[in-house]
């Protein structure tokens, strides 16, 4: 049985961290490129970031480039985001995401395989 399953979420305040894993199970995690994703209430699901199969390349949101990273350790199956420099804005239920292709999409609909999410909650 194929899973990602998401963790790290929690309520922070304005400026704190946090670290965001995604344990993928049942599946050859090194071919896939991995994403995160983030939904508010009320919003679309948008893009965050992704990474290469091998972890060499790297895309971002220009809402959280600089302040947010991308990383995975193939050996464990798990892709990580962490979130540095949080704003209220970053307030969403993120979610990770497996695509098997080579380039790095933004779009969720390139996207196979989803988890089912974490809370984040950002205060001022």
């Known amino acids: 049985q194929v899973q990602l399953v998401e963790s790290g979420g929690g309520l922070v305040q304005a400026g704190d961290s946090l670290r965001l894993s995604c344990a993928a199970s049942?599946?050859?995690?090194?071919?896939?490129?991995m994403g995160w994703f983030r939904q508010a209430p009320g919003k679309e699901r948008e893009f965050v970031a992704a990474?290469?199969?091998?972890?060499?390349?790297?895309l971002y949101a220009d809402s959280v480039k600089g302040r947010f990273t991308i990383s995975r350790d193939n050996a464990k199956n798990t892709v990580y985001l962490q979130m540095n420099g949080l704003k209220p804005e970053d307030t969403a239920v993120y979610y990770c995401?497996?695509?098997?292709?080579?380039?790095?999409?933004?779009?969720?609909?390139?996207?196979?395989?989803w988890g089912q999410g974490t809370q984040v909650t950002v205060s001022s």
């Open positions: 990474i290469s199969r091998g972890g060499g390349s790297t």
């Open positions: 049942g599946l050859s995690f090194s071919i896939y490129v």
């Open positions: 995401a497996a695509e098997r292709t080579i380039r790095l999409y933004r779009d969720p609909a390139t996207y196979d395989l």
